[in-house]
């Protein structure tokens, strides 16, 4: 069973709609989760870390579940510039594992 | 300085060929990592180094060879490699071995082996 899995997608959507994408983990050990972005052919980059009290930054909401083992990303009023490949990554005993990534194809 | 930099970006390289990657960063992080990402695919560990030690190797072939002359840089020398070796080198930095403020990657080298 891979580290953390999600749902590769793509999701299409319109511009203007909420989108959200759950991530589950297998180790409950776990401590610190996070959802990076990626762009075609380009690196990740770090979006938010994510806490169980659930963080927002602008557009964005983190959530961690400890309970069923999951994290989610909500995007708010998605915008054309929020096409990418989200990345899940949680850590292991000082390893970071990646998700394969969700794709958001947020369309006009 | 907030920037990990790697060079070259692209690279094409024979299967004789020897050559070596580049990662650099001044933020003061003591943790640096190698990841090989296919397309499509997510990033994948290659190796870890912890305060210029090396931490992790994740059974990676000997025909890459990661070094860390001090605490701002890391290379991976490449030799002997195959077609399907073809694929983005991340390196990556953060304060301290699985720091919980995550990453920072840089912009990746694109190594294509013929």
């Known amino acids: 069973r891979k580290e953390v899995e999600q749902d590769p997608g793509p999701f299409n959507v319109p511009e203007g709609a909420t989108v959200a994408f759950n991530c589950t983990y297998s180790n409950s050990a776990s401590q610190s989760f996070f959802w990076y972005r990626q762009d075609c052919r380009k690196e990740p980059k770090l979006l938010m870390s994510v806490y169980s009290s659930g963080n927002e930054d602008g557009r964005f909401t983190a959530q961690l579940n400890r309970a069923s083992q999951y994290i989610s990303l909500l995007i708010r009023d998605s915008k054309l510039s929020d096409s990418a490949t989200y990345l899940c990554v949680g850590n292991n005993f000082n390893k970071f594992y990646f998700g394969s990534g969700t794709k958001l194809n947020v369309k006009p | 300085d907030t920037e990990v930099t790697q060079t070259p970006k692209h690279l094409v390289m024979g299967m004789t060929n020897k050559k070596s990657l580049k990662c650099e960063q001044h933020?003061?992080?003591?943790?640096m990592y190698w990841y090989k990402q296919k397309a499509k695919k997510p990033p994948e560990l290659m190796f870890v180094?912890?305060?210029?030690?090396?931490?992790i190797n994740e059974s990676v072939p000997s025909r890459f060879s990661p070094e860390c002359p001090n605490s701002s840089l890391l290379n991976l020398h490449l030799h002997a490699l195959q077609p399907e070796d073809s694929a983005l080198y991340l390196c990556a930095s953060s304060q301290e071995q699985g720091d919980l403020r995550g990453y920072t990657f840089g912009s990746g080298t694109r190594l294509t082996v013929v």
């Open positions: 933020m003061g992080h003591r943790a």
């Open positions: 180094y912890s305060y210029e030690k090396l931490s």
